[in-house]
């Protein structure tokens, strides 16, 4: 269902074969730990692979599609995964760019680590079988050197507010190409997504995604800027959420940080298209700020277009 890359669907399954008792009560007490802004420290692994690896993935593998999308040069050999967990966000990574011949993974919580250590090994690819992996923190890494891209994948929810600057910072000084930044689609979520731009904006990065410019982020009061997507739930996914339907949508927002520039682009979609009889109003961000902008159904070739296009896409 995950369709991971290399043999890892099935070393995620041969894993957790054997540690389904149980999953539900700690797949759940693992969700209040997240919402309660806990870390995940005593989370329990085999409810992390099957609760919430596929959703971080899939969220990752849409944020690095828009990534390349806006960097199509970009054919990366070294990644940087911080605060790894299992290893979702490299996977995700190496369905992107296969490209890869090194990957690091930072990842502070034995549990975690040793995890990634058994997925690695199983995972059959080799750039994973021979990944370096440190048992560190992400705000403690001296001796890790630079690579094309630095990921941080659902790991700036685990430290306070007040250390993004410093951290998203430490973390460019190590991107030659690329940083991208994955948190839950939150308002605190997006309130770390806020400060590390302002921050690497200060630090000279340019923005490629999901903002359409290097200006003021325009949004306020109490809007958060996110997206969603959706994923298959396998039945394992299904047992452990205790959840009736075989899809969920997982909420994310992000930022793609390039060394070099992009070309400007118009404005993004920031939330699913609302279409009626006179047409469509999409919201949107753009240079200008957020507008509401209706197309009506008698513009046909520009109704025709917008009606293809989705919450996330650009204009
Ligand atoms: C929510 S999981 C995300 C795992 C993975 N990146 C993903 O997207 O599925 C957060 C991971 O970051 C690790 N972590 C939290 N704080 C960290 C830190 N300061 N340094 C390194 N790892 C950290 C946690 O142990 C956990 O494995």
Same mark, same amino acid.
């Given at each position: 269902?995950?369709?991971? %890359?290399?043999?890892?669907?099935?070393?995620?399954?041969?894993?957790?074969?054997?540690?389904?008792?149980?999953?539900?009560?700690? @797949?759940?007490? +693992?969700?209040?730990?997240?919402?309660?802004?806990?870390?995940?420290?005593?989370?329990?692994?085999?409810?992390?692979?099957?609760?919430?690896?596929?959703?971080? /993935?899939? &969220?990752?593998?849409?944020?690095?599609?828009?990534?390349?999308?806006?960097?199509?040069?970009?054919?990366?050999?070294?990644?940087?995964?911080?605060?790894?967990?299992?290893?979702?966000?490299?996977?995700?990574? /190496?369905?992107?760019?296969?490209?890869?011949?090194?990957?690091?993974?930072?990842?502070?919580?034995?549990?975690?680590?040793?995890?990634? &250590?058994?997925?690695?090994?199983? !995972?059959?690819?080799?750039?994973?079988?021979?990944?370096?992996?440190?048992?560190? @923190? +992400?705000?403690?890494?001296?001796?890790?050197?630079?690579?094309?891209?630095?990921?941080?994948?659902?790991?700036?929810?685990?430290?306070?507010?007040?250390?993004? %600057?410093?951290? =998203?910072?430490?973390?460019?000084?190590?991107?030659?190409?690329?940083?991208?930044?994955?948190?839950?689609?939150?308002?605190?979520?997006?309130?770390?997504?806020?400060?590390?731009?302002?921050? +690497?904006?200060?630090?000279? &990065?340019?923005?490629?995604?999901?903002?359409?410019?290097?200006?003021?982020?325009?949004?306020?009061?109490?809007?958060?800027?996110?997206?969603?997507?959706?994923?298959?739930?396998?039945?394992?996914?299904?047992?452990?959420?205790?959840? @009736?339907? %075989?899809?969920?949508?997982?909420?994310?927002?992000?930022?793609?940080?390039?060394?070099?520039? =992009?070309? !400007?682009?118009?404005?993004?979609?920031?939330?699913?298209?609302? @279409?009626?009889?006179?047409?469509?109003?999409?919201?949107?961000?753009?240079?200008?700020?957020?507008?509401?902008?209706?197309?009506?159904?008698?513009?046909?070739?520009?109704?025709? &277009?917008?009606?293809?296009?989705?919450?996330?896409?650009? +204009?």
């Amino acid at each position: 269902m995950a369709t991971f %890359p290399g043999n890892l669907d099935e070393a995620v399954a041969a894993w957790l074969a054997g540690r389904g008792q149980g999953l539900a009560a700690r @797949s759940a007490a +693992l969700s209040e730990r997240y919402k309660g802004g806990k870390t995940s420290r005593l989370v329990n692994p085999a409810a992390y692979l099957a609760a919430r690896a596929p959703a971080t /993935f899939a &969220a990752c593998r849409k944020v690095l599609v828009e990534a390349a999308r806006l960097a199509p040069e970009l054919k990366p050999k070294s990644l940087l995964d911080v605060g790894a967990g299992p290893g979702t966000a490299g996977w995700a990574a /190496f369905v992107q760019w296969p490209s890869l011949a090194r990957i690091t993974q930072v990842e502070e919580t034995s549990t975690f680590a040793d995890l990634a &250590a058994v997925l690695n090994a199983a !995972s059959g690819i080799a750039t994973l079988e021979n990944a370096w992996l440190v048992r560190t @923190s +992400l705000q403690d890494m001296d001796t890790i050197e630079e690579a094309d891209v630095v990921l941080a994948s659902y790991v700036l929810a685990e430290l306070s507010l007040a250390s993004i %600057p410093v951290t =998203v910072t430490s973390l460019w000084k190590r991107a030659s190409e690329a940083l991208v930044l994955i948190e839950p689609g939150t308002p605190q979520g997006f309130a770390r997504i806020h400060a590390a731009r302002d921050a +690497l904006i200060a630090a000279g &990065a340019h923005i490629a995604a999901p903002c359409t410019h290097g200006g003021a982020c325009p949004m306020t009061g109490d809007d958060w800027c996110h997206f969603k997507t959706r994923l298959p739930r396998s039945r394992l996914h299904m047992h452990a959420k205790a959840a @009736s339907v %075989p899809f969920e949508d997982e909420a994310f927002t992000y930022l793609v940080a390039l060394r070099k520039s =992009v070309p !400007s682009e118009a404005s993004r979609i920031l939330a699913p298209p609302v @279409s009626n009889k006179t047409g469509i109003t999409l919201k949107l961000c753009g240079a200008g700020g957020l507008e509401e902008r209706h197309i009506p159904s008698r513009d046909k070739a520009t109704f025709k &277009a917008a009606k293809k296009l989705q919450w996330g896409d650009r +204009l």
